[in-house]
């Protein structure tokens, strides 16, 4: 069995992106799976294939393969050599050892807590190879379990059942990771995700660098989640504020405060929009904002209404900085491309009447790996800027 593609289906793979929608699919198996994919000169790669799902084709070899499933391991075993020797030094550290596409594992996400590693596999053709996964995860690692956290709404699009299961070894509930100076916990069963956002862990640790020995004062840490970038802050200023929607959020942020025993952070349950026009009119100044909004742009056609949003906080918190102040602000939005983010931002300076010096123009950590030619693997954006007027 194998799958033929149609002209457009052809040249996405000949152009090196990995996925074929089910559109441009003119023949495939009626059953999820590893198969050879065709075209009408040949034989063009292996890919996983689920005719359930939009994407239909994700591609994780190109060209010939004597045995395709050994090659799928393979490519696993490349992303753990990516990853090993921060893995090895860090035995309390977050990694993420798989990064789906940008690793060639495509829908297979795999992050690492303190040596408990917890995955989520949004392809129909992983679902009967996760023993065979686990025991080679943790084969490799040495790790302490091994999780599905496959609760996410993505595996109905993909027709697979919603779950959690231990995989293997003895799973706990929480671990309790370092980053920096900070030890924060994360919840393996129930946290967002896969417990954490690890793709922002090193621009936290900039950040920090950063706001070092600057006799900051007031930091804004707003849509704060677990609270990681307040506490990278918390040192260094005198006075911390997080700022979250969730009660849940703030909690486990309050939590990881009391870890480090910080006192000069505080926790507020609000509306991130309408908490900074509040602040704005009643005339607060602050060294340091941090803006990480969850993605505000689900679908392109979200696009429009999310720069618009994008644009009133970055807007609004702009208008909150003093004079040598720090705007640290993201979008994991990658419906939302690069250069439109630093559009919105300079709209944003431009009518604050602020002139910002961009510090760094950073993205998702080393261990989330992008493909040139796959844009989707390339999602976070982080500008660091600094208010010179």
């Not at 009408?40 to 393969?65: C, D, Q, T």
Request: contains cysteine; charged residues 25%.
């Amino acid at each position: 069995m194998k799958v033929v593609l149609g002209k457009r289906g052809v040249k996405r793979l000949l152009d090196r992106h990995l996925w074929v929608w089910r559109g441009d699919v003119a023949a495939m198996p009626q059953k999820a799976g590893i198969y050879p994919v065709y075209g009408e000169r040949g034989l063009l790669a292996w890919a996983l294939v689920n005719p359930a799902s939009l994407i239909s084709v994700r591609v994780f070899h190109f060209g010939h393969s004597e045995d395709p499933l050994a090659q799928l391991w393979r490519n696993l075993e490349n992303a753990w050599e990516l990853r090993r020797r921060y893995y090895s030094a860090h035995p309390e550290g977050g990694v993420r050892l798989v990064h789906a596409e940008g690793d060639l594992l495509p829908g297979l996400v795999v992050d690492s807590y303190a040596r408990h590693l917890v995955l989520q596999a949004h392809a129909a053709a992983w679902e009967p190879l996760l023993p065979e996964l686990a025991r080679r995860l943790q084969d490799l690692s040495g790790a302490k379990s091994v999780i599905a956290r496959h609760d996410s709404p993505l595996r109905l699009k993909e027709g697979l059942p919603r779950y959690v299961r231990v995989l293997s070894g003895e799973a706990a509930e929480t671990a309790v990771l370092r980053e920096g100076e900070v030890r924060y916990r994360v919840a393996l069963l129930t946290g967002q995700k896969t417990g954490a956002f690890l793709d922002q862990r090193d621009n936290r640790l900039l950040l920090a660098k950063y706001a070092h020995g600057k006799n900051y004062q007031r930091a804004l840490d707003v849509f704060a989640y677990q609270g990681l970038f307040a506490l990278q802050l918390a040192s260094r200023l005198q006075e911390v504020e997080v700022v979250d929607s969730s009660a849940e959020a703030l909690r486990a942020a309050a939590d990881n405060a009391a870890l480090n025993n910080v006192e000069n952070v505080s926790f507020n349950q609000a509306n991130a929009f309408e908490l900074l026009r509040q602040r704005e009119r009643e005339g607060e100044k602050y060294d340091v904002i941090v803006l990480d909004p969850p993605a505000l742009a689900a679908r392109k056609s979200d696009r429009e209404r999310a720069a618009a949003a994008y644009k009133e906080i970055n807007l609004r918190a702009l208008k909150l900085l003093k004079r040598g102040g720090l705007l640290a602000s993201a979008s994991c939005s990658h419906h939302l491309p690069e250069e439109d983010f630093y559009r919105i931002l300079a709209a944003a300076a431009a009518d604050s009447h602020r002139l910002l010096r961009v510090l760094e123009r950073r993205g998702q950590g080393w261990d989330h790996p992008t493909l040139l030619t796959v844009p989707e693997t390339r999602y976070l954006k982080f500008a660091l800027l600094e208010v010179v007027e």
